[in-house]
């Protein structure tokens, strides 16, 4: 009877996945609602791969999977009486006291039904349905197995070479994302997991390409770092993988600056928070000087973008970014000094004077917000060195008397001259 069951619920939801309806429970579910609470009603003693069928199966039902979601209430628009009763047999039946308790324990048997992707699951596919129900009921018990048991599943998904077709990859990317930042699954990523992410979701994603499909997909790669950035990483922790679990980090600060210039507004403002999150907390002594020097240019580009949040998030990334090389900076001008040679370069005091110049415009910006996160980013150039210093001064002074209000500038020369 429970094959029986489980064969209704699949044909049920292959059939709602191909033709999208809405979370309320229509007739077939109404119909599998009496149909569990016959089941019941046998008193029949489920061993573990029956039950596990049987919860394959409700979660295979968009009203169940809804009402199993940590932020379902019954006052929801979607609440339906029947599956909750339905619900509230089925936990008095199993003796449990919550929903997220009932998925739990039939967890592991649900996830090792799984079959194996050749080469990927159809988006329509029960297997796909029941991998995305599951990321979003038990976010935190997919994350503790996501190296063992999703991984090789999920990634196979996201890559371009093994899933081709850009709208099954951009879901993919979107219950990555859904699983990157979820509360219950914080905390809960490797390092090893992040440095595998980032190269097979991530960079392969965010190649260039022409046309709404791929920018929507680049977004999607954007926003699934973003998750990962800031639910594994914080400027506290910091990185401490080998050079090897690093590269694939050290490879995104390129791709990240040329996301800089995407057409898409919110594309460029998660390019921004990510940059800030990886400056933050790469240490200095991983950087490779070049690539890090060619981001300046497009950082304070943003200084000039048509929306305010991202003129914000940009001042904030660009102080990330000067704390982040300052170190460097200082050590091969230590060592220049020594050696009697002079800087190269990408070391002087063009790059100083081509940053202090578009920031000081800013200073004076019409948005006050702006403007405070202005003054913060150059005291921060102020605290590169001496010659940054000397040469932050001297600007202020020139351009202090053509702002509209000279108040910001003669206080930041002030906190100079006292630091």
């Known amino acids: 009877m429970v094959t029986l069951f489980c064969h209704l619920a699949e044909v049920s939801a292959e059939q709602r ?53 940590p932020t379902y209430t019954q006052a929801s628009p979607s609440s339906n009486y029947m599956v909750n009763q339905s619900l509230v047999i089925l936990l008095a039946h199993f003796g449990q006291s919550s929903r997220a308790d009932f998925v739990q324990i039939s967890f592991d048997a649900v996830i090792g039904l799984l079959p194996k992707p050749n080469p990927c699951y159809e988006i329509h596919t029960v297997s796909w349905l029941l991998l995305s129900a599951l990321v979003h009921i038990c976010p935190g018990a997919v994350a503790s197995v996501f190296d063992t048991v999703l991984a090789p599943i999920l990634l196979v998904h996201v890559h371009p070479c093994s899933n081709p077709n850009p709208e099954a990859r951009i879901k993919a990317l979107s219950l990555l994302h859904t699983l990157m930042c979820a509360l219950d699954a914080q905390g809960k990523f490797s390092e090893f997991t992040i440095a595998t992410l980032i190269e097979s979701a991530v960079l392969p994603n965010l190649v260039w390409y022409t046309g709404r499909t791929a920018n929507s997909t680049r977004k999607a790669a954007l926003a699934v770092l973003h998750g990962v950035l800031h639910s594994a990483l914080t400027p506290s922790t910091g990185l401490s993988m080998e050079q090897t679990g690093i590269q694939p980090i ?9 996301s800089l210039d995407e057409y898409d507004t919110s594309s460029r403002e998660i390019s921004l928070s990510c940059l800030t999150t990886l400056l933050n907390c790469l240490p200095p002594t991983s950087l490779q000087l070049n690539s890090v020097l060619e981001l300046y240019p497009a950082i304070v580009k943003r200084l000039d973008d048509s929306l305010d949040d991202i ?46 110049e578009h920031f000081l415009v800013h200073l004076d910006d019409a948005n006050v917000n702006v403007q405070s996160a202005v003054f913060q980013a150059l005291l921060t150039i102020g605290s590169v060195g001496p010659l940054a210093k000397v040469m932050l001064s001297r600007k202020v002074s020139e351009i202090s008397f053509s702002h509209r209000d000279p108040a910001l500038a003669i206080r930041l020369l002030n906190v100079l001259n006292l630091s």
């Open 311 to 356: 003129r914000l998030e940009a001042c904030a990334t660009f102080s990330a970014y000067v704390k982040c090389i300052s170190p460097v900076i200082a050590l091969i001008l230590l060592f220049c000094r020594f050696a009697r040679v002079t800087p190269p370069n990408a070391l002087t005091e063009t790059i100083l004077e081509y940053c202090i």
């Open 250 to 258: 050290l490879r995104l600060l390129p791709v990240l600056g040329t």
């Open 17 to 69: 996945a191909s033709c999208p309806m809405p979370f309320n429970a229509d007739a077939a579910d109404i119909c599998l609602c009496y149909a569990v609470r016959n089941l019941l009603r046998l008193r029949l003693e489920l061993d573990e791969l029956s039950l596990a069928k049987l919860m394959r199966s409700l979660l295979l039902l968009p009203s169940f999977t809804n009402a199993f979601l």
